[in-house]
């Protein structure tokens, strides 16, 4: 959505355009709650209050574009101004939509107060979408009670700089030895390598069972979110294999020299492990399906996008506060704004794409994903929209189930993301709320690098790869491993609190104007 071209003053601009009906409270066609059953319901108190008109523009803003703003109540009934903090009215307002398929809000997300999608974020997301980052560069679980580990490193991070890697065991943190599953424990990890502090002093045992000390300091580096690629030898087959982290803008060259490589080596079967890519760029999700899909759908239908009802109405005034400068049809540089856009589902609109073959691997005979309940968004779009099309087979454990997407809409200083648009692949199926179900149920392996034949997500497609089925040894549904005590619950608990992977998709494309 040519997220580039919008200016700090922009932002700024946009909270005192929209704000300002609601410090007027008048009347008019231009009215940003004007909505579709033609009321106008602006009656608080006029303010000159940046706090509360901050609020007045999140709601004003679901109003219109929210992808279930149909169900949202009346400025005044939902009395925005009302909550303590904008976290607050986000999520209170993200809980009214009900899936009748599970009864509970489609946001609804288990033991969090915070939605399941939509969140108000200070500008990270836009960098990390970049393919810049400024942390660690590394993430952590843990493998037992007492057993923490690194999941994952980037490689031009500081912490790939001190020789951290996916396995290490984490023995002490600042200091302090008293690292287990317990509540206390949890906050102080999870501050320690997610929070402010610009440094973090590790202790860490390394699979030969030698020690390290090592200290980490953030800094601000480039995303190479392939972690992981290998051609493998399976019979008389060549099986491809690669851990793609994150969807960021900058990755498609990225991932175009991986698959040139996949195709010196005649691989004829693929393994894509997303197991902790929350998602990112639709557009980098559109370029990978092409590297995989055959050439014999180029021209079909890979998925169509469909935006909250209003905006596909042209109804959506309150977008003309986005603006932003770009190039129009004619070449000429001028002002637009998210309004100057066609929402409806077609190709003409460009929210419909259709499968364009990138690179020269063709002739896949099955893709096999690995996944896990962090494995959301544009990594689930990914998968539904060649789930028609190729042998697919999902390894792991359920996905988070995001088949929605946004745009960042800029309040003041921060970026407001909620839902406006759904996908549906070229069969039209979408709508996976709950996640999508695996074919091998297993728990993902903290204590082997990215590779390793025995890690055991890995292993299962390789042994598929091999039979023609997936290996029946490995049975650990009621806890993580036969020598780890975490049970199913408390991996999905620890889950919910150890998990800061971004989970987006997020609209990149330039869409055509009106």
């Keep these: 959505m040519l997220r580039k071209f919008i200016s700090q003053n922009t932002f700024l601009c946009a909270l005192i355009i929209v704000l300002g009906f609601t410090a007027s409270c008048k009347k008019s066609s231009n009215n940003p709650d004007s909505n579709t059953d033609g009321e106008s319901n602006l009656l608080q108190t006029p303010t000159n209050d940046r706090a509360l008109l901050t609020k007045d523009s999140i709601f004003l803003y679901a109003k219109q574009t929210y992808y279930w703003n149909k169900s949202l109540p009346t400025y005044d009934a939902f009395n925005p101004r009302s909550f303590s903090s904008n976290d607050k009215l986000l999520y209170a307002m993200s809980q009214i939509a009900i899936n009748p398929q599970t009864n509970k809000p489609y946001e609804y997300k288990e033991r969090s107060t915070s939605a399941k999608y939509s969140f108000i974020d200070d500008g990270s997301v836009a960098g990390q979408l970049g393919g810049v980052n400024g942390d660690f560069g590394f993430s952590v679980f843990f493998a037992g009670d007492n057993d923490l580990r690194i999941k994952y490193v980037y490689g031009a991070s500081p912490a790939a700089a001190q020789g951290l890697k996916r396995g290490y065991q984490i023995t002490k943190i600042n200091g302090s030895s008293d690292i287990n599953t317990s509540d206390a424990s949890i906050n102080y990890v999870v501050n320690a390598i997610f929070g402010s502090s610009t440094t973090v002093a590790l202790t860490v045992l390394k699979p030969d069972q030698t020690t390290q000390d090592i200290t980490v300091t953030k800094a601000e580096y480039n995303v190479n979110p392939i972690l992981f690629s290998k051609t493998y030898t399976v019979g008389a087959k060549k099986v491809g294999y690669i851990v793609f982290n994150t969807f960021t803008t900058n990755s498609a060259t990225l991932l175009d020299q ?54 596909q109405d042209n109804k959506a005034t309150i977008l003309q506060n986005q603006k932003f400068y770009a190039k129009g049809s004619d070449g000429v540089t001028r002002l637009y704004s998210y309004f100057d856009y066609p929402y409806v589902p077609t190709i003409a609109a460009n929210n419909q794409e259709v499968f364009a073959k990138r ?39 359920k996905t988070y189930g995001k088949p929605v997407g946004f745009f960042a809409i800029h309040i003041d200083k921060s970026d ?66 036969s020598t780890s005590p975490l049970s199913k619950a408390q991996v999905g608990d620890l889950s919910g609190k150890m998990d800061h992977e971004f989970k987006g998709m997020v609209e990149t494309r330039k869409l055509r104007f009106k």
């Design 359 to 397: 690179g020269s691997l063709n002739g896949l005979t099955r893709v096999y994903f690995i996944v896990t309940s962090g494995t959301a968004s544009a990594s689930e779009l990914l998968i539904n929209n060649l789930k028609p099309i190729m042998n697919v087979k999902l390894i792991g454990k």
């Design 416 to 481: 407001l993301y909620i839902p406006q648009f759904e996908t549906r692949n070229q069969l039209n199926q979408g709508g996976y709320f709950d996640g999508m179900a695996v074919d091998k149920d297993i728990f993902d392996d903290v204590t082997k690098d990215f590779g390793d034949p025995t890690e055991k997500l890995l292993s299962q497609a390789l042994y598929y790869s091999a039979n023609g089925s997936f290996s029946s040894v490995l049975k650990d549904n009621n806890t993580i491993s």
């Design 258 to 311: 991986a698959f040139n490589q996949f195709t010196t080596d005649g691989i004829t079967e693929l393994i894509v492990d997303l197991r902790y890519n929350g998602g990112g760029s639709v557009q980098t999700s559109e370029a990978f399906a092409n590297l995989i899909a055959p050439s014999a759908q180029n021209g079909k239908v890979m998925y169509t996008t469909y935006w909250t009802q209003t905006m």
